[in-house]
C-alpha cells in the first residue's frame, strides 16, 4: 500500500466555461479547478505532495528540500505542505533575490521557508551541496524533484483522473500546461487504468517534445511498477504541442496576455503568466485553427499558480 497524506481540497470543482465556449464559437469548454486544492493556496503539486511527503513522514525525515525558479508554483506548496506538517523546509530557487518579495516568493516566506537563491547553470549542483550539508548536520532531509515530478509525484495525477470520470462524462480531450511531465505522465496513467480514450494534450511552457516524451514515458512507467503493473504509455498517446513555448519560459507574450484577460473577464477566472495563461492562449489558436470539432467536449485543466500574477514584472504587464 502507497502511503498518503491529505492535504488537498478534493474533489476539485469541475465547471462550465460557457461565456467563454461562445466567444471563442468552438467546442464545449469546461474547466477542472485544480487552482483550487487549496494549499498555500492551491495548484497542481498538492496532489503529488500528498505522496511524496507522506514518503517523507514513513523515512522520518524532517525537512522538504526542493528547487524550482524565482516565481516557482511548486516550491511555494512545498513549503506550505512543510508548515502544514510540521517541517522544515529549504528551497534553492533560480535567480537573484529580489528587492521585494512578491508573489509565491511572500507565500515562501510567510509559510516559513529558508531559501537559497542561486545561479541558474548551478541549481541541480547546489541543490544537491543543500540536501548534503542538511543529511550531515542531522536533519534528516528529503529531496523532493523539480515539479515533484517522479513516479511516486505523479500517482497524484492517476488519481486525479479516476476523480474526474465520477464527476462527469470523459471529454473527448483534456489539455493542459506541461513542463516537468510528472502531471501528464500521472494522466496517461489515470487513462490507462480506467479506460479513458479521450486525447490527453500537454501544452509544453518550454521544453520540446523530443525532451518531453522520453520524461513522460519513464515517468509513467515507473508510476505504473509502484502499482504493481507492467506498463508504458505508446508513444502516439503522448501528445505534447510546442508551438507556444517559443518565447522561453516565463516570457509573457501578448498571446497569454490575452488569454488570461479573456477567462479572467468572461468567467471569473484567474490564470497564472507562466503556465495556465500560456496553456490558454494555446487552447484558443487551437480553436481558432479548428483543431477541436464543435460537437467535441474540451477540458481545460487548470494547474494552479494564480499568486505569479502579483509578481513583477507580470503584474505591470497585464495591468497595461
Same mark, same amino acid.
Given at each position: 500500500?502507497?502511503?498518503r497524506?491529505q492535504l488537498?481540497?478534493?474533489?476539485?470543482?469541475?465547471?462550465?466555461?460557457?461565456?467563454?465556449? !461562445?466567444?471563442?464559437?468552438g467546442?464545449r469548454?469546461m474547466?477542472k479547478?485544480?487552482?483550487?486544492t487549496g494549499?498555500g493556496?492551491?495548484?497542481?503539486k498538492t496532489?503529488k505532495l500528498? /505522496?511524496?511527503? &507522506?514518503?517523507?513522514?514513513?523515512?522520518?525525515?524532517?525537512?522538504l528540500?526542493? %528547487?524550482?525558479?524565482l516565481?516557482?508554483?511548486?516550491c511555494?506548496?512545498?513549503?506550505a505542505a !512543510?508548515?502544514?506538517?510540521?517541517l522544515k523546509?529549504t528551497?534553492?530557487?533560480?535567480? *537573484?533575490?529580489p528587492?521585494?518579495?512578491?508573489?509565491?516568493l511572500?507565500?515562501?516566506?510567510?509559510?516559513?521557508a529558508?531559501v537559497v537563491?542561486v545561479?541558474?547553470?548551478?541549481?541541480?549542483?547546489?541543490?544537491?551541496?543543500v540536501?548534503d550539508q542538511?543529511?550531515v548536520?542531522g536533519e534528516?532531509?528529503y529531496l523532493?524533484?523539480?515539479?515533484g515530478?517522479n513516479?511516486?509525484?505523479?500517482?497524484?495525477y %492517476?488519481?486525479?483522473?479516476?476523480?474526474l470520470?465520477?464527476?462527469?462524462r470523459?471529454?473527448d480531450?483534456?489539455?493542459f &500546461?506541461t513542463?516537468?511531465?510528472?502531471?501528464?505522465?500521472?494522466l496517461?496513467l489515470?487513462?490507462?487504468r480506467?479506460? /479513458?480514450?479521450?486525447?490527453?494534450?500537454?501544452?509544453?511552457v518550454?521544453?520540446s517534445a !523530443?525532451?518531453?516524451?522520453?520524461?513522460?514515458s519513464?515517468?509513467?512507467?515507473?508510476?505504473? +511498477?509502484l502499482?504493481n503493473?507492467?506498463w508504458a504509455p505508446?508513444?502516439?498517446?503522448i501528445?505534447i504541442?510546442?508551438a507556444?513555448? *517559443?518565447a522561453?519560459?516565463?516570457?509573457? *507574450?501578448p &498571446?497569454e496576455?490575452?488569454?488570461?484577460?479573456l477567462f479572467a473577464?468572461?468567467e471569473?477566472i484567474?490564470l497564472?503568466p507562466?503556465? %495556465?495563461g500560456r496553456?490558454a492562449a494555446?487552447?484558443?489558436?487551437?480553436i481558432?485553427?479548428?483543431?477541436?470539432q464543435?460537437t467535441e467536449?474540451?477540458l481545460f485543466?487548470h494547474?494552479?499558480g %494564480?499568486?505569479?500574477l502579483? +509578481?513583477?514584472?507580470y503584474s505591470s504587464?497585464?495591468?497595461?
Amino acid at each position: 500500500m502507497i502511503d498518503r497524506v491529505q492535504l488537498a481540497h478534493l474533489p476539485t470543482p469541475l465547471e462550465e466555461l460557457p461565456r467563454l465556449s !461562445a466567444h471563442l464559437g468552438g467546442p464545449r469548454l469546461m474547466i477542472k479547478r485544480d487552482d483550487l486544492t487549496g494549499l498555500g493556496p492551491g495548484g497542481n503539486k498538492t496532489r503529488k505532495l500528498e /505522496f511524496l511527503a &507522506a514518503d517523507a513522514l514513513r523515512q522520518g525525515c524532517r525537512m522538504l528540500v526542493s %528547487t524550482g525558479a524565482l516565481q516557482s508554483n511548486h516550491c511555494r506548496q512545498v513549503a506550505a505542505a !512543510a508548515a502544514r506538517l510540521g517541517l522544515k523546509c529549504t528551497l534553492v530557487l533560480a535567480g *537573484q533575490p529580489p528587492q521585494h518579495l512578491q508573489g509565491n516568493l511572500l507565500l515562501d516566506h510567510l509559510s516559513g521557508a529558508h531559501v537559497v537563491f542561486v545561479p541558474p547553470a548551478r541549481r541541480d549542483e547546489i541543490l544537491q551541496q543543500v540536501f548534503d550539508q542538511a543529511a550531515v548536520a542531522g536533519e534528516r532531509p528529503y529531496l523532493i524533484p523539480y515539479g515533484g515530478s517522479n513516479a511516486l509525484g505523479a500517482l497524484g495525477y %492517476t488519481f486525479a483522473m479516476q476523480e474526474l470520470l465520477q464527476q462527469a462524462r470523459p471529454p473527448d480531450w483534456i489539455v493542459f &500546461a506541461t513542463s516537468s511531465g510528472g502531471t501528464q505522465a500521472g494522466l496517461l496513467l489515470g487513462a490507462h487504468r480506467s479506460g /479513458f480514450t479521450g486525447k490527453i494534450l500537454g501544452i509544453s511552457v518550454d521544453k520540446s517534445a !523530443a525532451e518531453l516524451q522520453p520524461v513522460v514515458s519513464e515517468v509513467a512507467q515507473a508510476g505504473a +511498477a509502484l502499482l504493481n503493473e507492467s506498463w508504458a504509455p505508446a508513444s502516439q498517446e503522448i501528445l505534447i504541442e510546442t508551438a507556444f513555448c *517559443q518565447a522561453g519560459y516565463g516570457n509573457l *507574450q501578448p &498571446a497569454e496576455g490575452e488569454a488570461i484577460r479573456l477567462f479572467a473577464r468572461l468567467e471569473g477566472i484567474l490564470l497564472d503568466p507562466v503556465y %495556465t495563461g500560456r496553456a490558454a492562449a494555446g487552447l484558443i489558436e487551437l480553436i481558432h485553427k479548428g483543431q477541436f470539432q464543435a460537437t467535441e467536449t474540451v477540458l481545460f485543466w487548470h494547474t494552479g499558480g %494564480t499568486p505569479a500574477l502579483f +509578481a513583477e514584472p507580470y503584474s505591470s504587464a497585464l495591468a497595461a
